[in-house]
Protein backbone atom coordinates (compact mmCIF):
# COMPACT_ATOMS: atom_id res chain seq x y z
CA UNK A 1 0.00 0.00 0.00
CA UNK A 2 1.13 3.26 -1.18
CA UNK A 3 2.37 6.07 1.48
CA UNK A 4 -0.46 8.05 0.22
CA UNK A 5 -3.61 5.37 0.09
CA UNK A 6 -2.67 4.78 4.32
CA UNK A 7 -2.29 7.83 4.77
CA UNK A 8 -6.49 8.37 3.01
CA UNK A 9 -7.07 5.20 4.92
CA UNK A 10 -5.94 6.81 8.58
CA UNK A 11 -7.94 9.89 7.96
CA UNK A 12 -10.60 7.89 7.24
CA UNK A 13 -10.60 5.89 10.04
CA UNK A 14 -10.53 8.69 12.56
CA UNK A 15 -13.54 10.44 10.83
CA UNK A 16 -15.64 7.46 11.36
CA UNK A 17 -14.34 6.97 14.81
CA UNK A 18 -15.34 10.58 15.41
CA UNK A 19 -18.67 10.26 13.32
CA UNK A 20 -19.62 7.04 15.94
CA UNK A 21 -18.42 9.20 18.69
CA UNK A 22 -21.48 12.44 17.97
CA UNK A 23 -23.84 9.93 17.23
CA UNK A 24 -23.30 7.76 20.68
CA UNK A 25 -23.82 11.20 22.20
CA UNK A 26 -26.95 12.20 20.34
CA UNK A 27 -28.87 8.90 20.87
CA UNK A 28 -29.84 7.30 23.89
CA UNK A 29 -31.24 8.48 27.06
CA UNK A 30 -30.30 11.48 28.76
CA UNK A 31 -30.59 12.33 32.39
CA UNK A 32 -31.20 15.87 33.51
CA UNK A 33 -30.60 17.16 37.25
CA UNK A 34 -32.89 19.52 38.94
CA UNK A 35 -30.51 21.91 40.68
CA UNK A 36 -30.35 22.74 43.63
CA UNK A 37 -31.99 19.42 45.40
CA UNK A 38 -35.48 20.30 46.86
CA UNK A 39 -36.18 21.59 50.54
CA UNK A 40 -39.63 21.62 51.54
CA UNK A 41 -41.86 21.08 54.54
CA UNK A 42 -44.94 19.40 53.62
CA UNK A 43 -48.30 18.46 54.76
CA UNK A 44 -50.08 19.82 57.76
CA UNK A 45 -48.11 20.86 61.36
CA UNK A 46 -48.53 17.98 63.64
CA UNK A 47 -47.77 18.69 67.18
CA UNK A 48 -46.56 22.44 66.20
CA UNK A 49 -44.05 21.30 64.29
CA UNK A 50 -43.45 21.15 60.46
CA UNK A 51 -42.44 18.22 58.74
CA UNK A 52 -39.49 18.57 56.06
CA UNK A 53 -38.55 17.16 52.94
CA UNK A 54 -35.25 16.77 51.49
CA UNK A 55 -35.05 14.83 48.02
CA UNK A 56 -32.95 15.37 44.36
CA UNK A 57 -34.78 14.64 41.53
CA UNK A 58 -33.58 13.33 38.12
CA UNK A 59 -35.62 13.37 34.93
CA UNK A 60 -34.41 10.91 32.07
CA UNK A 61 -35.24 12.01 28.68
CA UNK A 62 -34.78 10.45 25.51
CA UNK A 63 -31.77 12.47 23.70
CA UNK A 64 -29.77 15.83 24.17
CA UNK A 65 -32.22 17.66 22.29
CA UNK A 66 -35.25 16.91 25.00
CA UNK A 67 -32.49 17.39 27.85
CA UNK A 68 -32.15 20.94 26.34
CA UNK A 69 -35.84 21.67 25.95
CA UNK A 70 -36.57 20.22 30.29
CA UNK A 71 -33.51 22.64 31.09
CA UNK A 72 -35.42 25.50 29.16
CA UNK A 73 -38.45 25.22 31.25
CA UNK A 74 -36.74 23.85 34.36
CA UNK A 75 -38.07 26.84 36.29
CA UNK A 76 -41.71 25.91 35.70
CA UNK A 77 -41.24 21.98 36.35
CA UNK A 78 -39.41 22.90 39.47
CA UNK A 79 -42.46 25.37 40.55
CA UNK A 80 -45.21 22.14 39.64
CA UNK A 81 -42.74 19.87 42.03
CA UNK A 82 -42.45 22.02 44.87
CA UNK A 83 -46.36 22.65 44.70
CA UNK A 84 -47.05 18.71 44.12
CA UNK A 85 -44.63 17.96 46.82
CA UNK A 86 -46.03 20.61 49.33
CA UNK A 87 -49.48 19.25 49.26
CA UNK A 88 -48.79 15.40 50.03
CA UNK A 89 -49.60 13.73 53.93
CA UNK A 90 -46.83 12.17 55.53
CA UNK A 91 -48.72 8.88 55.43
CA UNK A 92 -47.55 9.26 51.82
CA UNK A 93 -43.80 10.69 51.65
CA UNK A 94 -43.36 8.25 54.23
CA UNK A 95 -44.11 4.78 52.28
CA UNK A 96 -42.41 3.35 49.05
CA UNK A 97 -46.34 2.98 47.88
CA UNK A 98 -46.90 6.36 48.28
CA UNK A 99 -43.37 8.03 46.56
CA UNK A 100 -43.71 5.60 43.21
CA UNK A 101 -47.68 7.17 43.70
CA UNK A 102 -45.54 10.59 43.76
CA UNK A 103 -43.54 9.54 40.97
CA UNK A 104 -45.85 8.57 38.67
CA UNK A 105 -48.43 12.07 39.48
CA UNK A 106 -45.30 14.05 38.48
CA UNK A 107 -44.48 12.14 35.90
CA UNK A 108 -47.77 12.83 34.79
CA UNK A 109 -48.01 16.62 35.60
CA UNK A 110 -44.49 17.50 33.86
CA UNK A 111 -45.15 16.01 30.61
CA UNK A 112 -48.14 17.82 30.41
CA UNK A 113 -46.18 21.03 31.32
CA UNK A 114 -43.80 20.15 28.82
CA UNK A 115 -46.59 19.23 26.24
CA UNK A 116 -48.01 22.44 26.59
CA UNK A 117 -44.67 24.43 26.25
CA UNK A 118 -42.81 22.43 23.49
CA UNK A 119 -45.81 19.98 21.89
CA UNK A 120 -44.10 16.89 23.13
CA UNK A 121 -44.00 15.42 26.71
CA UNK A 122 -40.01 14.86 26.35
CA UNK A 123 -39.92 13.49 29.78
CA UNK A 124 -39.73 9.57 30.54
CA UNK A 125 -39.23 9.33 34.31
CA UNK A 126 -39.15 11.06 37.43
CA UNK A 127 -36.16 9.75 39.50
CA UNK A 128 -35.90 10.47 43.12
CA UNK A 129 -31.80 9.98 43.54
CA UNK A 130 -32.17 11.31 47.29
CA UNK A 131 -35.11 11.71 49.56
CA UNK A 132 -35.01 12.22 53.50
CA UNK A 133 -38.32 12.98 55.71
CA UNK A 134 -37.91 14.99 58.92
CA UNK A 135 -40.85 15.24 61.28
Do not use: C
Request: charged share 20%.
Amino acid sequence: MSAMKAKWVSITLVFLLLATAVAAQVQGPRYVELEPNFTLNYGDMVGGRLRYLQTAITLQVADNAAALEVNAHADALRHAIIMHMTAQDHETVRTNQGRETIQEELLFELRRIMEQETGEPKIERVLFTFFVIQG
